[in-house]
């Protein structure tokens, strides 16, 4: 009998963690119940991570002329980050193909040029049927879809508010910052 009670407590111990998973899937808002590859490594990156925090998604691409918008971007995340928000990076192809490298190209572009350090996901499709499931949403939920390069949108904590703003929307804009400040309380 005794020699049974380790393999007990160790069942235990992993249905107690199959649990605490649950438990946190529960509190993962639907939009966010996706997971990318990272761009760096491919490693899973799953969404739910930023429950509870204000996150803004960008599509980013290193060949067009709002690439700029990676220096304030990542500015606004270290800015914030400390404040719960986040900086998603979705490097896509999707407009005037000015994103054509390869991922290791695009994170070593982001890293070494503007020193990029908020989250980005390996390249993904943004607009239309073959946009990524999360996109979809995005657009959806928003009422607006990606029309070009580096379009914002921002998720409230809950993730059931999302508003967006175009490519022209800069990341130090003022009814951005206003919005994110607003969602950050």
């Known amino acids: 009998m005794l020699s049974k009670l380790p393999l007990f407590f160790s069942l235990a111990g992993l249905l107690g963690l199959g649990v605490v998973s649950e438990a946190r899937a529960a509190e993962c808002p639907p939009l ?10 491919a490693t899973p990156m799953p969404l ?61 572009f982001c890293r070494l040029t503007y020193g990029v350090e908020f989250p980005m996901v390996a390249k993904t499709v943004v607009k239309g049927d073959a946009a990524n499931p999360f996109y979809k949403q995005l657009a959806e939920i928003s009422g607006s879809r990606p029309k070009w390069n580096f379009h914002k949108y921002l998720i409230d904590r809950s993730g059931r508010q999302v508003v967006a703003y175009s490519s022209l929307t800069k990341p130090d804009d003022s009814d951005l910052l206003a919005k994110i400040e607003e969602f950050l309380k």
């Open 48 to 108: 739910c991570q930023y429950a509870g925090k204000v996150v803004l998604v960008v599509n980013t691409a290193s060949y067009c002329g709002f690439t700029s918008q990676y220096d304030s971007l990542e500015k606004l995340y270290a800015r914030l980050k400390g404040r719960g928000l986040v900086v998603l990076g979705f490097p896509s192809n999707d407009f005037g193909e000015q994103e054509p490298g390869a991922d290791k190209e695009i994170a070593d």
């Open 32 to 41: 966010l119940q996706h997971s990318f590859p990272k761009l760096q490594d």
